[in-house]
């Protein structure tokens, strides 16, 4: 068999410190060899520090490592002095350079050799044949080998031609001798080397503060993972609490009403009983005299008196024995106060439920899991890693909490400015079909005046107001909407109210029934109303108003608008159950609404 050749690098003999061929090679307990003196001379450098590092790993030892000699490295290191160099099997380090190798510069003929090492003195690669000189020439083998590259030129100073072997640190670039004498005199320098030595030492620092703030990463990760899969829990079991209380709830609701039902047909089994009694004796009493009757009838007819006086003794002085009590039949609404006191609780229990409702939603976001700030400055930048994600900050105040959900992704941040407000203008225009006939709409159905004067141009329609004089946008909303209205004259109310509600009677009036919310703007101040509920409203007094609708979050604001400055007069939290049409009441003369074109 054939004896396979072994491939030998000079370089893999090479002590790291002084890069030529080991001397008296020792190693140490990490594994990295170097030159006995070489190492000894680091090592005294760093006496005052105490701690001793080795080059290459930076494993650091406390006590200074006692050396001893590397007898079998120290024979090899001698045989590649003997024989000059690496030996090589040819079949592998010969071979003809292939597509993007670094081809010897020496070789001639249509196809060049692989370069192996390139001289940082020579500026030269060569191939295994003609870098056999360096190896053997006393004078070359001073000289810097390195791994093949075709990047010769990027290690030359394009202004002299000189190797770039020092580093300037005034201007932070590798230079050549002959500019440490020239345009860079004076400045700060050192070789490249211990430049290097001295940011590999930096680059060992940063490495481990990477691989530090990665294991922090990794443990906030995990922590994170575990407070989401926490929340999954926590939130399908508070959805099983809640149906189990509901399905309580209900199932009480549903006794009630049996119940009730079974109370109404006992109730109304008992009086049905008693009323049938007295008709059964009704109906015998009713014989009876009509028994009496038809021989009273008989006896009048009769021509002997004699008989006649006689019968009419009886007759006359026996009367119909009966215990029947007078009878009063009530109206046909026996049961009516029943369904009242039923009617007059659905309400209470609705009352219950949306007073309670809005505490009951104020809970649930205050459920929240507490994330990092978001960096503001570079510094903030510079303290996050690459795999770190920018989350929203963390909420410092009840209020903020308050707007913070863990299971909501708001796709609408609620506006700060009247410039956040305008992002969700809409275009509006009133109905006239449901516009009261004492009003009157111009600015192409954007304002509508008051007027004594009935408008007999409207004709009649299903759709309009008649009781009160108010008017609904034709735009049902379901979204995120803002407007503006403009009050000109003493009052006007700002409304919004589901299209199915009622056009005429009391419970037509926005405000005064569960299908509308109504803000009345007037000299005095505002007062917002709903259910009939009237609420005094603080703010400052201004002509126009904003009204802000997101429909999903169930939100309704209203916004005093001076300029482009907007305060918060009134909010409503609740569930909308269908889309929503703004709308405008008026009732004083001469006063005037308008929706404004934002833009």
């Not at 303290?383 to 105040?397: M, Q, Y």
């Amino acid at each position: 068999m054939a004896q396979q050749g072994v491939v030998l690098d000079q370089d893999q003999f090479c002590c790291s410190i002084c890069l030529d061929l080991l001397k008296d090679p020792v190693t140490l307990a990490c594994g990295h060899s170097y030159c006995s003196s070489c190492i000894e001379g680091c090592w005294d450098q760093d006496e005052q520090k105490g701690v001793y590092n080795c080059p290459q790993c930076r494993q650091s030892f406390t006590l200074r490592p006692a050396l001893k000699r590397n007898y079998m490295l120290a024979e090899v290191v001698e045989k590649l002095k003997e024989t000059g160099g690496a030996q090589a099997a040819p079949s592998e380090l010969t071979s003809p350079a292939g597509p993007g190798e670094v081809t010897c510069d020496l070789c001639t003929g249509p196809r060049k050799q692989r370069a192996l090492k390139s001289c940082l003195v020579c500026m030269v690669s060569y191939c295994q044949t003609h870098l056999q000189p360096h190896y053997q020439v006393p004078v070359l083998k001073k000289h810097k080998l390195v791994e093949a590259t075709s990047g010769l030129q990027e290690m030359i100073c394009s202004s002299h031609d000189k190797l770039l072997e020092v580093f300037c640190r005034t201007d932070q670039q590798c230079i050549c001798m002959l500019c440490t004498m020239e345009e860079h005199k004076g400045h700060d320098t050192l070789s490249v080397k211990a430049e290097r030595d001295e940011k590999q030492d930096k680059l060992v620092l940063i490495q481990q503060e990477v691989q530090q703030r990665v294991q922090q990463r990794q443990k906030e990760l995990k922590e994170l993972q575990q407070a989401v899969e926490s929340l999954k829990l926590s939130g399908q079991a508070a959805e099983q609490d809640i149906e189990r209380i509901f399905t309580e709830l209900i199932c009480s609701i549903e006794r009630r009403r049996s119940e009730v039902k079974d109370l109404i047909r006992a109730q109304q089994g008992a009086a049905v009983s008693q009323a049938e009694g007295l008709l059964e004796r009704l109906e015998q009493e009713i014989a009876e005299l009509r028994r009496r009757d038809a021989e009273l009838e008989k006896l009048s007819h009769t021509e002997d008196n004699i008989h006649f006086l006689q019968k009419y003794q009886s007759l006359s002085s026996t009367s119909v024995s009966s215990d029947v009590p007078s009878i009063s039949v009530p109206p046909l609404q026996y049961f009516k106060h029943v369904t009242e006191v039923v009617s007059e609780l659905r309400d209470k229990l609705e009352e219950l439920i949306q007073r309670e409702w809005s505490e009951i939603s104020t809970t649930v976001s205050t459920v929240d899991v507490l994330l990092p700030p978001e960096p503001r400055t570079r510094a903030d930048l510079l303290k996050v890693s690459t795999v770190d994600v920018l989350l929203p900050p963390e909420p410092k105040t009840k209020a903020e909490l308050l707007k913070v959900s863990r299971v909501d992704v708001f796709l609408h941040p609620e506006p700060k400015t009247r410039a956040d407000l305008l992002r969700y203008s809409c275009q509006l225009t009133l109905d006239s079909d449901t516009a009261h006939t004492q009003l009157s709409l111009s600015e192409e159905n954007r304002k509508v005046t008051y007027t004594n004067k009935p408008q007999f141009d409207f004709f009649e329609c299903s759709e309009r107001f008649t009781t009160y004089s108010q008017v609904l946008c034709r735009e049902a909303l379901s979204g995120c909407c803002y407007w503006e209205v403009d009050i000109k004259g003493r009052s006007a109310d700002i409304v919004v109210s589901y299209e199915n509600i009622s056009r005429k009677g009391k419970k037509s009036c926005f405000g005064y029934n569960n299908k509308s919310w109504s803000l009345e703007c007037s000299s005095d101040g505002y007062t917002f109303t709903h259910k009939s509920l009237e609420t005094a409203v603080s703010g400052p007094r201004s002509s126009r108003v904003g009204v802000y609708l997101d429909y999903k979050a169930g939100t309704l604001s209203f916004y005093s608008v001076v300029s482009d400055t907007v305060t918060l007069l009134h909010r409503v939290q609740t569930t909308f159950t269908q889309p929503l049409c703004p709308g405008i009441y008026l009732d004083n003369s001469n006063t005037s609404a308008e929706i404004m074109e934002l833009y």
